[in-house]
C-alpha cells in the first residue's frame, strides 16, 4: 500500500514528506513504548504511536521506519519534525485511536 492511500484511509495530516508519499509499505508497528520497538518492530515500515518526544524519531530511526503515524490526534513539535526531515522521515498524524487506526491497516493489507 503506498503512503498517500494509508495518509486517506486514516483521515491523517503529513506534517512532513510529502514528497514520499508514493512509497510502499507493507508492514506496521504500534507502541506507546520505545523498548518495545526496539525489541519487536524489525523489519517493519510504518510506526504508529502516541508518544511526544525526540526519542520517538531517534527509535524509528533505529529501526529503519520509513514513516511515524501519530494518533489520538497528537501533533509533534518542529524539533521532533527536524529530526524527521533529517532522517527523510515521514511524519502523519490523526485523530484516530491506535486500535481503530491498527485495525483499519489491517483491513486494508498492512500487517
Do not use: H, W
Not at 74 to 88: F, N, T
Request: with cysteine; hydrophobic share 45%; proline share 1%.
Amino acid at each position: 500500500m503506498k503512503l498517500k492511500q494509508i495518509k486517506e484511509i486514516l483521515e491523517a495530516e503529513v506534517l512532513c514528506g510529502e514528497e514520499k508519499l508514493d512509497a510502499e509499505v507493507s508492514s506496521a508497528f504500534a507502541s506507546d513504548f520505545m523498548s518495545d520497538i526496539l525489541a519487536f518492530s524489525a523489519g517493519q515500515e510504518v510506526l504508529l504511536t502516541g508518544m511526544l518526544n525526540a526519542q520517538v524519531m531517534r527509535t524509528a530511526e533505529m529501526v529503519d521506519m520509513s514513516c511515524i503515524i501519530f494518533v489520538r490526534g497528537k501533533v509533534p513539535g518542529e524539533d521532533m519534525l527536524a529530526l524527521a526531515k533529517e532522517s527523510g522521515m515521514v511524519v502523519m498524524c490523526t485523530k484516530k485511536l491506535m486500535y481503530t487506526s491498527c485495525g483499519i491497516l489491517y483491513s486494508n493489507g498492512v500487517r
